[in-house]
């Protein structure tokens, strides 16, 4: 089926729900797809503490230089 058969079929189906039920047809305009994020993965526990771990070596080292 190309766009223009179904752009007739569609047409058809509109006029004749208007005929036979006597109802509004409202059409939208196509809803762009959402953007999608790029994906950040979270900080396991692991993570968090190894982190943690480092910051305190790191402050013990410029706690020893004068």
Request: no cysteine; proline share 6%; hydrophobic share 25%.
């Amino acid at each position: 089926m190309t766009k223009e058969e179904l752009r007739a079929e569609l047409e058809r189906q509109e006029q004749r729900y208007k005929e036979v039920y006597g109802g509004e047809v409202t059409t939208y305009a196509a809803q762009p797809e959402p953007e999608r994020k790029p994906w950040r993965k979270r900080a396991t526990v692991q993570d968090q503490v190894f982190a943690q771990e480092l910051e305190k070596m790191e402050k013990e080292l410029k706690a020893e230089q004068p």
